[in-house]
């Protein structure tokens, strides 16, 4: 974790391949930093003190944005690769893409955290996006806001994009 982002440690080494647990003392297995306040190495059993400052973990906080743009974008791409995989292409069903997109885009202002986690009717929201299945998205839209999956403004949003991009939905 940098910051506020939980940063899977395979993409972090990716950014960052410099980076390694300390060696000495052996068997440390994981850190936390915190600057002005504690570096903390850890043991199975055993916690330490780390160097204070830690220059290295300053900087690696310091770039929590640059991590944080290519984690989201990482995301991004693996939605819109699900995304191309509902609709072979923009032909089959250019208003359902559309509105799919807006929905993201505008709706999420596409923060798939947002979008994958929090809404758990989004599953089966997507594929009666792509089949044009207008009634159960309806149907899911409608019990997404009654169980607080989404808020009110999400709700209000998707159905502007619905009526911007002409799905006919009474929402």
Request: zero cysteines; glycine letters at 4%; proline letters at 6%.
């Amino acid at each position: 974790m940098i910051g506020a982002l939980t940063y899977p440690l395979t993409e972090f080494l990716q950014d960052e391949p410099a980076y390694s647990l300390p060696l000495e003392p052996p068997g440390i297995i994981g850190r936390e930093y915190i600057p002005g306040k504690r570096h903390s190495l850890f043991t199975s059993n055993t916690q330490l003190g780390g160097e204070m400052p830690w220059h290295d973990g300053d900087m690696y906080i310091a770039n929590e944005a640059k991590y944080f743009s290519k984690y989201t974008q990482k995301r991004k791409a693996e939605n819109d690769k699900k995304t191309a995989e509902y609709f072979k292409n923009e032909e089959e069903a250019p208003n359902a893409l559309k509105f799919l997109s807006a929905v993201r885009l505008t709706v999420f202002a596409n923060n798939l955290t947002r979008i994958n986690t929090a809404w758990k009717l989004q599953p089966m929201w997507y594929p009666a996006v792509k089949d044009q299945d207008w009634k159960l998205v309806e149907e899911l839209t409608k019990a997404a806001l009654a169980a607080n999956d989404i808020t009110q403004a999400e709700y209000d949003g998707i159905k502007a994009a619905a009526a911007a991009h002409h799905i006919p939905v009474t929402l």
